[in-house]
């Protein structure tokens, strides 16, 4: 069965990076998109980017894309998350979620279980 | 970017009665559009993707409707496990996709 399952809650304090990950099985890693979402404390669910399998192709959300990198491991069959620069704003459920099999279809249909990434001083 | 709204932004229903859950598009979509569940500590989980196929494993009494603008989630006879919170999404504009502000359903 698919399963996407990420890396621990992180603690990080202003003006640090964070790097979360998205170990992939169940499934052929190098036929699926993976996406990166999150969702702040209460609020609802925000797209943050996009990554092919091979990893030459992203697409990031306008508001971060100075500040997030998503790259993969083929070897490993894992997707990472690096935000940069963190402020207080950044606290929130970090997602991966894997697109359907075409790839112009951007809705998800497995999701990891989320990492808590807490940015405080 | 897309803004999608949805409403009412909490809906109390009993169980067994019928929940209907609105999501509207700033422009048009066309027919890509997604629902999906998320229950309390859980991640989110796909219900129905271009506006009106439910997902693998979901149940029939979900159903999707509608495209362009606005948009229909009926839950025909809540059950406990369907108290939750759902969201559409727009996936017209890949991949700029967005998401609305969500509809809790509650015990009445």
């Known amino acids: 069965q698919v399963q996407l399952v990420q890396s621990w809650a992180e603690v990080k304090k202003p003006g640090a990076s964070v790097k979360v990950s998205c170990k992939a099985s169940g499934y052929t890693f190098t036929s699926y998109y993976m996406h990166w979402l999150r969702q702040a404390p209460g609020q609802g669910l925000e797209w943050m980017g996009i990554i092919n399998p091979s990893g030459d192709f992203t697409s990031y959300a306008q508001k971060l894309q100075d500040r997030v990198t998503v790259t993969t491991d083929t070897s490993s069959s894992t997707v990472y998350m690096d935000l940069s620069r963190l402020t207080s704003e950044d606290t929130a459920i970090y997602y991966c979620?894997?697109?359907?099999?075409?790839?112009?279809?951007?809705?998800?249909?497995?999701w990891g279980q989320g990492t808590l990434v807490t940015v405080s001083s | 970017e897309i803004v999608m709204t949805q409403s009412p932004a909490t809906l109390s229903v009993s169980p067994g009665e019928r929940a209907t859950l609105s999501c509207r598009a700033s422009?048009?979509?066309?027919?890509?559009l997604a629902w999906y569940q998320q229950r309390p500590g859980q991640a989110p989980r796909l219900l129905i993707y271009d506006a009106s196929t439910r997902a693998t494993g979901i149940p029939a009494r979900f159903s999707g409707s509608g495209s362009g603008t606005e948009f229909t989630l009926t839950i025909s006879s809540l059950q406990s496990e369907d108290f939750a919170v759902y969201y559409c999404?727009?996936?017209?504009?890949?991949?700029?996709?967005?998401f609305g502000g969500g509809t809790k359903v509650e015990i009445k």
């Open positions: 999404q727009q996936f017209n504009n890949w991949p700029r996709l967005t």
């Open positions: 422009q048009s979509v066309s027919s890509s």
């Open positions: 979620a894997r697109g359907p099999f075409d790839v112009t279809r951007g809705y998800f249909d497995y």
